[in-house]
Protein backbone atom coordinates (compact mmCIF):
# COMPACT_ATOMS: atom_id res chain seq x y z
CA UNK A 1 0.00 0.00 0.00
CA UNK A 2 1.22 3.25 -1.31
CA UNK A 3 2.10 6.54 1.46
CA UNK A 4 -0.71 8.26 -0.37
CA UNK A 5 -2.82 5.34 -0.12
CA UNK A 6 -2.49 4.60 3.66
CA UNK A 7 -2.97 8.27 4.26
CA UNK A 8 -6.26 8.20 2.57
CA UNK A 9 -7.07 5.20 4.88
CA UNK A 10 -6.16 6.71 7.94
CA UNK A 11 -8.35 9.83 7.09
CA UNK A 12 -11.57 7.98 6.57
CA UNK A 13 -10.94 5.49 9.26
CA UNK A 14 -10.02 8.99 11.90
CA UNK A 15 -13.56 10.32 9.47
CA UNK A 16 -15.43 7.25 10.85
CA UNK A 17 -14.12 7.07 14.68
CA UNK A 18 -15.43 10.44 15.11
CA UNK A 19 -18.79 10.12 13.58
CA UNK A 20 -18.91 7.28 16.08
CA UNK A 21 -18.42 9.38 19.32
CA UNK A 22 -21.01 11.92 17.41
CA UNK A 23 -18.59 14.38 16.15
CA UNK A 24 -18.70 15.88 12.61
CA UNK A 25 -15.68 15.78 10.71
CA UNK A 26 -15.86 18.74 8.92
CA UNK A 27 -17.27 21.30 11.28
CA UNK A 28 -14.56 19.72 13.78
CA UNK A 29 -11.75 20.71 10.84
CA UNK A 30 -13.52 24.58 10.04
CA UNK A 31 -13.39 24.77 13.85
CA UNK A 32 -9.91 24.38 14.08
CA UNK A 33 -9.06 26.11 11.26
CA UNK A 34 -10.89 29.54 12.46
CA UNK A 35 -9.69 29.10 16.07
CA UNK A 36 -6.07 28.84 14.62
CA UNK A 37 -7.34 32.23 12.29
CA UNK A 38 -8.59 33.88 15.48
CA UNK A 39 -5.23 33.54 17.12
CA UNK A 40 -3.77 35.45 14.90
CA UNK A 41 -6.66 38.29 14.18
CA UNK A 42 -6.56 38.72 17.81
CA UNK A 43 -3.12 39.41 18.07
CA UNK A 44 -3.45 42.42 15.97
CA UNK A 45 -6.95 43.48 17.10
CA UNK A 46 -7.52 42.05 20.02
CA UNK A 47 -10.15 38.91 21.05
CA UNK A 48 -13.69 39.47 20.22
CA UNK A 49 -15.74 41.07 24.03
CA UNK A 50 -17.61 38.26 25.41
CA UNK A 51 -20.98 39.86 24.32
CA UNK A 52 -19.69 40.13 20.70
CA UNK A 53 -19.05 36.28 21.01
CA UNK A 54 -22.69 35.56 22.97
CA UNK A 55 -23.84 37.52 20.13
CA UNK A 56 -22.44 35.23 17.40
CA UNK A 57 -23.27 31.98 19.74
CA UNK A 58 -27.04 32.92 19.70
CA UNK A 59 -26.81 33.97 15.77
CA UNK A 60 -25.39 30.44 15.01
CA UNK A 61 -28.00 28.92 16.53
CA UNK A 62 -31.26 31.14 15.96
CA UNK A 63 -30.26 31.43 12.28
CA UNK A 64 -28.29 28.38 11.07
CA UNK A 65 -29.52 25.98 14.24
CA UNK A 66 -26.22 25.05 15.33
CA UNK A 67 -23.36 26.64 16.98
CA UNK A 68 -21.14 24.52 15.32
CA UNK A 69 -21.48 27.53 12.80
CA UNK A 70 -20.33 29.91 15.55
CA UNK A 71 -16.39 29.75 14.76
CA UNK A 72 -16.24 31.60 11.43
CA UNK A 73 -18.73 34.38 12.94
CA UNK A 74 -16.23 35.06 15.62
CA UNK A 75 -13.40 35.43 13.46
CA UNK A 76 -15.20 37.64 10.75
CA UNK A 77 -16.31 39.55 13.88
CA UNK A 78 -12.49 39.98 15.16
CA UNK A 79 -11.35 41.66 11.50
CA UNK A 80 -14.85 44.16 11.30
CA UNK A 81 -14.48 44.42 15.19
CA UNK A 82 -18.06 44.27 15.28
CA UNK A 83 -20.88 41.50 15.26
CA UNK A 84 -23.07 41.95 11.63
CA UNK A 85 -26.08 40.16 11.16
CA UNK A 86 -26.13 38.80 7.65
CA UNK A 87 -23.10 36.94 7.55
CA UNK A 88 -22.45 33.71 6.49
CA UNK A 89 -20.13 31.18 8.20
CA UNK A 90 -17.78 29.47 5.99
CA UNK A 91 -18.74 26.22 7.15
CA UNK A 92 -22.50 26.28 6.59
CA UNK A 93 -21.58 27.62 3.28
CA UNK A 94 -19.99 24.29 2.14
CA UNK A 95 -22.29 22.27 4.16
CA UNK A 96 -25.54 23.50 3.02
CA UNK A 97 -25.06 26.07 0.61
CA UNK A 98 -23.14 24.37 -2.23
CA UNK A 99 -24.94 21.33 -2.75
CA UNK A 100 -28.22 23.74 -3.25
CA UNK A 101 -26.65 25.97 -5.81
CA UNK A 102 -24.57 24.12 -7.24
CA UNK A 103 -24.14 20.49 -5.91
CA UNK A 104 -22.36 18.28 -8.56
CA UNK A 105 -22.49 20.97 -11.72
CA UNK A 106 -19.96 22.97 -9.84
CA UNK A 107 -17.67 20.24 -10.07
CA UNK A 108 -17.54 20.94 -13.99
CA UNK A 109 -15.16 24.19 -12.81
CA UNK A 110 -12.18 21.25 -12.34
CA UNK A 111 -12.51 19.80 -15.64
CA UNK A 112 -9.53 22.57 -16.93
CA UNK A 113 -10.21 21.80 -20.22
CA UNK A 114 -13.87 22.52 -20.72
CA UNK A 115 -13.19 26.63 -19.35
CA UNK A 116 -13.03 27.21 -23.57
CA UNK A 117 -16.09 25.06 -24.69
CA UNK A 118 -18.71 26.85 -21.84
CA UNK A 119 -16.95 30.47 -22.56
CA UNK A 120 -15.95 30.60 -26.19
CA UNK A 121 -13.90 33.78 -24.90
CA UNK A 122 -10.76 35.16 -25.73
CA UNK A 123 -9.93 35.88 -22.33
CA UNK A 124 -8.98 32.31 -21.76
CA UNK A 125 -5.38 31.70 -21.95
CA UNK A 126 -5.89 28.09 -22.99
CA UNK A 127 -3.55 26.63 -25.65
CA UNK A 128 -3.78 22.63 -25.44
CA UNK A 129 -5.58 20.46 -23.77
CA UNK A 130 -4.35 16.80 -22.70
CA UNK A 131 -7.54 14.54 -21.86
CA UNK A 132 -7.16 10.38 -21.79
CA UNK A 133 -4.24 10.58 -24.05
CA UNK A 134 -5.50 13.19 -26.85
CA UNK A 135 -4.57 17.04 -27.30
CA UNK A 136 -6.67 19.28 -28.73
CA UNK A 137 -7.40 22.29 -29.11
CA UNK A 138 -9.63 23.73 -26.25
CA UNK A 139 -12.95 24.54 -27.63
CA UNK A 140 -12.86 22.62 -30.74
CA UNK A 141 -12.71 19.06 -32.16
CA UNK A 142 -9.15 19.48 -33.35
CA UNK A 143 -6.62 16.96 -32.70
CA UNK A 144 -2.64 17.91 -32.10
CA UNK A 145 -1.00 14.70 -32.93
CA UNK A 146 2.64 15.49 -34.36
CA UNK A 147 5.42 18.37 -33.18
CA UNK A 148 2.91 18.99 -29.65
CA UNK A 149 5.94 20.91 -28.08
CA UNK A 150 6.07 23.35 -31.45
CA UNK A 151 2.53 24.19 -31.34
CA UNK A 152 2.96 24.82 -27.71
CA UNK A 153 6.04 27.16 -27.53
CA UNK A 154 5.35 28.36 -31.24
CA UNK A 155 4.47 31.84 -29.81
CA UNK A 156 5.36 31.28 -26.04
CA UNK A 157 8.66 31.07 -24.10
CA UNK A 158 6.78 29.91 -21.03
CA UNK A 159 3.52 27.50 -20.89
CA UNK A 160 1.61 26.70 -17.55
CA UNK A 161 -0.07 23.22 -17.14
CA UNK A 162 -3.05 23.15 -14.82
CA UNK A 163 -4.46 19.51 -13.81
CA UNK A 164 -8.00 18.78 -13.48
CA UNK A 165 -9.12 19.84 -10.19
CA UNK A 166 -6.16 22.12 -9.34
CA UNK A 167 -7.06 25.06 -7.16
CA UNK A 168 -5.44 27.19 -4.73
CA UNK A 169 -2.21 27.19 -6.56
CA UNK A 170 -1.93 23.03 -6.43
CA UNK A 171 -0.89 20.98 -9.53
CA UNK A 172 0.02 23.90 -11.67
CA UNK A 173 3.02 23.82 -13.50
CA UNK A 174 5.35 26.20 -15.02
CA UNK A 175 7.61 24.42 -18.05
CA UNK A 176 10.12 26.40 -20.44
CA UNK A 177 10.45 24.63 -24.00
CA UNK A 178 13.95 23.50 -22.33
CA UNK A 179 12.31 22.07 -19.31
CA UNK A 180 9.05 20.56 -21.05
CA UNK A 181 8.63 16.61 -21.29
CA UNK A 182 5.33 14.56 -22.95
CA UNK A 183 6.80 12.07 -21.30
CA UNK A 184 6.24 13.59 -17.72
CA UNK A 185 3.20 15.72 -18.47
CA UNK A 186 1.28 12.43 -19.43
CA UNK A 187 2.39 10.86 -16.62
CA UNK A 188 0.76 14.19 -14.06
CA UNK A 189 -2.63 13.44 -15.80
CA UNK A 190 -5.49 15.23 -17.65
CA UNK A 191 -5.52 18.86 -17.41
CA UNK A 192 -4.95 22.78 -19.64
CA UNK A 193 -1.89 24.44 -21.33
CA UNK A 194 -2.15 28.16 -21.05
CA UNK A 195 0.02 30.67 -21.88
CA UNK A 196 2.15 32.30 -19.44
CA UNK A 197 0.72 36.11 -18.86
CA UNK A 198 2.88 38.61 -18.71
CA UNK A 199 1.18 41.05 -16.43
CA UNK A 200 0.19 44.46 -16.49
CA UNK A 201 3.28 47.37 -15.72
CA UNK A 202 1.49 48.84 -12.26
CA UNK A 203 1.16 44.98 -10.50
CA UNK A 204 5.02 44.09 -11.35
CA UNK A 205 5.94 46.85 -9.12
CA UNK A 206 4.95 43.94 -6.12
CA UNK A 207 8.47 41.97 -6.28
CA UNK A 208 6.90 38.25 -6.86
CA UNK A 209 7.78 36.28 -9.68
CA UNK A 210 3.66 34.90 -10.03
CA UNK A 211 1.43 36.39 -11.86
CA UNK A 212 -1.08 38.43 -9.34
CA UNK A 213 -4.49 37.45 -9.60
CA UNK A 214 -7.81 39.20 -9.08
CA UNK A 215 -10.31 37.73 -7.17
CA UNK A 216 -13.67 38.32 -8.07
CA UNK A 217 -17.13 36.74 -6.38
CA UNK A 218 -20.26 36.34 -8.59
CA UNK A 219 -23.69 35.17 -7.50
CA UNK A 220 -27.24 34.99 -9.81
CA UNK A 221 -30.15 36.21 -7.96
CA UNK A 222 -33.74 34.24 -7.91
CA UNK A 223 -34.37 35.78 -11.60
CA UNK A 224 -30.85 34.24 -12.95
CA UNK A 225 -29.37 37.71 -13.12
CA UNK A 226 -25.40 38.14 -11.95
CA UNK A 227 -23.93 40.65 -9.39
CA UNK A 228 -20.74 41.32 -8.19
CA UNK A 229 -20.40 40.66 -4.40
CA UNK A 230 -16.78 40.72 -3.07
CA UNK A 231 -12.91 41.55 -4.49
CA UNK A 232 -9.18 41.05 -3.63
CA UNK A 233 -5.86 41.01 -4.75
CA UNK A 234 -3.92 37.69 -4.35
CA UNK A 235 -0.07 38.70 -4.41
CA UNK A 236 2.80 35.27 -4.83
CA UNK A 237 5.93 35.51 -2.19
CA UNK A 238 8.58 36.51 -3.62
CA UNK A 239 9.89 33.26 -4.57
CA UNK A 240 6.40 31.57 -6.10
CA UNK A 241 6.12 31.23 -9.46
CA UNK A 242 2.38 31.27 -9.14
CA UNK A 243 0.15 32.37 -6.47
CA UNK A 244 -0.51 29.43 -4.02
CA UNK A 245 -3.00 29.79 -1.02
CA UNK A 246 -0.62 28.58 0.89
CA UNK A 247 1.58 31.68 0.67
CA UNK A 248 -0.20 34.31 -0.73
CA UNK A 249 -1.16 37.54 0.12
CA UNK A 250 -4.59 39.01 0.10
CA UNK A 251 -5.75 42.60 0.05
CA UNK A 252 -9.25 43.30 -0.45
CA UNK A 253 -10.23 45.80 -3.06
CA UNK A 254 -13.61 48.05 -3.30
CA UNK A 255 -15.79 46.58 -5.84
CA UNK A 256 -17.28 50.10 -6.58
CA UNK A 257 -13.75 51.80 -6.90
CA UNK A 258 -11.06 48.99 -7.72
CA UNK A 259 -9.11 50.58 -4.93
CA UNK A 260 -7.68 48.73 -2.48
CA UNK A 261 -8.74 49.05 1.21
CA UNK A 262 -4.62 49.46 2.55
CA UNK A 263 -4.72 46.28 4.68
CA UNK A 264 -3.36 43.08 3.34
CA UNK A 265 -3.39 39.86 5.09
CA UNK A 266 -0.88 36.88 5.31
CA UNK A 267 -2.09 33.37 4.67
CA UNK A 268 -2.10 32.70 9.02
CA UNK A 269 -4.57 36.23 8.81
CA UNK A 270 -1.83 38.54 10.17
CA UNK A 271 -2.57 42.05 8.88
CA UNK A 272 0.53 43.83 7.09
CA UNK A 273 -0.02 47.16 5.36
CA UNK A 274 3.06 46.78 3.13
CA UNK A 275 4.01 43.99 0.66
CA UNK A 276 6.34 41.80 2.94
CA UNK A 277 10.56 42.91 3.28
CA UNK A 278 9.67 45.76 0.73
CA UNK A 279 8.57 49.30 1.17
CA UNK A 280 5.37 49.01 -1.20
CA UNK A 281 2.11 50.11 0.10
CA UNK A 282 -0.90 48.30 0.03
CA UNK A 283 -2.92 51.96 -0.15
CA UNK A 284 -3.42 54.10 -2.48
CA UNK A 285 -3.32 51.42 -5.37
CA UNK A 286 -6.06 51.19 -8.41
CA UNK A 287 -6.36 47.91 -9.96
CA UNK A 288 -6.00 48.19 -13.98
CA UNK A 289 -8.79 48.04 -15.93
CA UNK A 290 -10.99 46.55 -13.11
CA UNK A 291 -14.32 47.77 -14.56
CA UNK A 292 -13.58 45.95 -17.64
CA UNK A 293 -12.73 42.89 -15.47
CA UNK A 294 -15.72 43.04 -13.54
CA UNK A 295 -18.06 43.28 -17.07
CA UNK A 296 -16.34 39.82 -18.16
CA UNK A 297 -16.62 37.72 -15.19
CA UNK A 298 -20.68 39.04 -15.11
CA UNK A 299 -20.39 37.98 -18.79
CA UNK A 300 -18.97 34.91 -18.28
CA UNK A 301 -21.73 33.91 -15.49
CA UNK A 302 -24.60 33.87 -17.90
CA UNK A 303 -22.64 31.02 -19.48
CA UNK A 304 -23.05 28.93 -16.64
CA UNK A 305 -26.69 29.26 -14.87
CA UNK A 306 -26.40 25.84 -13.55
CA UNK A 307 -24.36 27.28 -10.67
CA UNK A 308 -25.10 30.61 -8.59
CA UNK A 309 -22.09 31.80 -7.27
CA UNK A 310 -18.30 31.25 -8.75
CA UNK A 311 -14.61 32.74 -7.46
CA UNK A 312 -13.23 33.97 -10.41
CA UNK A 313 -8.97 34.82 -10.38
CA UNK A 314 -8.91 36.79 -13.86
CA UNK A 315 -5.58 39.47 -13.86
CA UNK A 316 -4.88 42.10 -16.85
CA UNK A 317 -1.77 41.30 -18.75
CA UNK A 318 0.93 43.80 -20.18
CA UNK A 319 -1.03 44.75 -23.64
CA UNK A 320 -4.58 46.26 -21.26
CA UNK A 321 -6.39 42.43 -21.63
CA UNK A 322 -8.44 40.69 -18.99
CA UNK A 323 -7.56 37.54 -18.74
CA UNK A 324 -9.31 34.32 -16.76
CA UNK A 325 -6.72 32.11 -15.12
CA UNK A 326 -9.15 29.79 -13.52
CA UNK A 327 -12.72 29.84 -12.16
CA UNK A 328 -14.58 27.98 -8.69
CA UNK A 329 -18.16 26.92 -9.08
CA UNK A 330 -17.99 24.47 -5.99
CA UNK A 331 -16.61 25.84 -2.51
CA UNK A 332 -15.35 28.73 -3.26
CA UNK A 333 -13.62 31.15 -0.97
CA UNK A 334 -16.08 33.41 1.13
CA UNK A 335 -14.68 33.45 4.50
CA UNK A 336 -11.70 36.24 3.51
CA UNK A 337 -14.54 38.45 1.69
CA UNK A 338 -17.35 37.94 4.39
CA UNK A 339 -14.47 38.75 6.83
CA UNK A 340 -12.89 41.75 5.42
CA UNK A 341 -16.29 43.13 3.40
CA UNK A 342 -19.46 41.46 4.21
CA UNK A 343 -21.69 40.29 4.61
CA UNK A 344 -21.78 40.30 0.99
CA UNK A 345 -24.82 37.48 0.74
CA UNK A 346 -27.60 38.91 3.18
CA UNK A 347 -30.00 39.14 0.47
CA UNK A 348 -30.02 35.63 -1.49
CA UNK A 349 -31.81 33.95 1.37
CA UNK A 350 -29.03 31.09 2.05
CA UNK A 351 -29.59 31.31 5.65
CA UNK A 352 -33.41 29.76 4.79
CA UNK A 353 -31.83 26.64 3.27
CA UNK A 354 -31.41 24.84 6.83
Given at each position: ????????????AG?S?????????????????????????????????????????????D??K?????????????????F???????????????P????E??????LK???????H?????D?????N?????P?????????????????????????????????????T??????????K????V?????????S???????A??????????????????????????AA???????????R??I?????????VG????W?????Y??????????????????????L?????????H????????????????????????D?????????????????????
Open positions: MGAETMKAHLKDKALRTIGVDWYHLLHRREARKCLQNISADTGVPSKEYLKLCDEYAQIFSKDYAPWLYVYTAIAREREGWIPDNYYGKVVVRIAGYGRVSGPLQQILFSPACPVLAFVGVYFVGTSEVISDNIVEYLFRENEKIVFKLDGSLQGKAVYVFKQSFSLEKVELGNGFQSFIVQHALSDFPSAVSTLRLTTVLNASGSPSLRASYLRFGDDTHVSSKTHIVPNSHTGETEGYTPGKQIRCPDSDISFSNFKYPKFTKACALVALHKNVPFVSIGWDVCVNSEQEVKLMEWNAGHNIKFSEATQGPCFHDLGWEKFV
